[in-house]
């Protein structure tokens, strides 16, 4: 079932609905799904990035399945575990200020968030993990390496919270290096739409978006491989060679017939793994 599980499939799992839904910000994109565990104390945070290919919606699909919602799954299993998620939406490529920067700026907006309301609902926020599936996953990459951006870029943010560990879920770790393949796993060009254009048209834009460029990110990042990392061959060796060279832990996982959704899909080994290696960082 997981090789032919289609985002849908996501939509129809029954979870507990979330205990908030927090707005980070004045569009209706900026919010995000806060879950919180039962138990008392300071907890622990995932935040939870969904994929989609960077767009609003693609072809053939409910346009839910590029939204947030498919990762309530994986939401709730972690919060079942014992750590709270902030499961993010944010605007995305077709929609009023999505793409270049706004896709950045509201991430950046919604992870630097969990400092407003880290008092009030005793999240630890020197335990904090991002963590993102398909496009998510690039994205989550980003969050980590995203304080060590310098003042002078557009998606930069000053005093910007850092996170203990970053977990990309089969998704490219870096977009110059996925983009000339972007058709490989999505069906629009969607890292060309993303930043507008090829990183020979805007070099600049692919070095601020993705963490290749500015390693080591000094953090333990794991890079979980399902089907569509299995089909974009070398990018996952790169990324890790590159990382480790330069002092970074970066660890692989493979999920064999996992397919590219399977892990998110509860009660199954793939998931299992997945929830047990994002619960291990953030011990």
């Known amino acids: 079932m997981a090789q032919t599980l289609r985002p849908e499939d996501l939509l129809r799992v029954d979870v507990p609905p979330a205990d908030h839904r927090l707005a980070y910000g004045a569009d209706p994109l900026q919010f995000g799904e806060l879950r919180l565990p039962k138990a008392i104390g300071s907890h622990a ?10 767009a609003d919606r ?34 995305r490529v ?7 920067p706004g896709t950045f700026e509201d991430l950046a907006r919604a992870t630097d968030f969990l400092r407003i309301i880290a008092p009030k609902y005793d999240l630890d926020l020197g335990r904090v993990a991002s963590v993102g ?20 870029s557009p998606v930069s943010t000053k005093n910007a919270l850092a996170v203990r560990a970053a977990v990309d879920i089969d998704g490219p770790p870096d977009l110059a290096s996925a983009q000339p393949k972007e058709r490989t796993f999505c069906p629009v060009s969607a890292i060309t739409r993303l930043l507008d254009g090829t990183p020979a048209d805007h070099p600049e834009r692919y070095r601020q978006s993705s963490a290749l460029a500015w390693l080591p990110l000094g953090l333990p990042q794991t890079i979980i491989v ?6 974009a061959g070398d990018l996952v060796t790169d990324y890790r ?6 002092g970074d832990n970066v660890a692989v996982i493979t ?29």
Request: aromatic share 8%.
């Open 45 to 54: 945070v995932a935040i939870i990035i969904h994929g989609g290919c960077w």
């Open 58 to 91: 693609l072809p053939g699909l409910d346009p839910r399945s590029t939204g947030f919602e498919p990762l309530r799954p994986l939401a709730a299993a972690l919060t079942h575990a014992g750590i709270a998620t902030w499961n993010v939406e944010y605007r």
């Open 94 to 100: 077709g929609t009023l200020g999505g793409g270049w």
């Open 133 to 152: 599936h398909s496009a998510g996953g690039q994205l989550a990459l980003w969050i980590a390496a995203r304080p060590k951006l310098p003042a002078a």
């Open 226 to 231: 399902g089907s569509l990392l299995e089909s």
């Open 241 to 246: 060679a590159r990382a480790n060279a330069k």
């Open 255 to 283: 999920l064999n017939g996992s397919g590219h959704f399977g892990m998110l899909l509860p009660d199954t080994e793939y998931a299992a793994t997945v929830q047990a290696e994002i619960l291990s960082l953030l011990k």
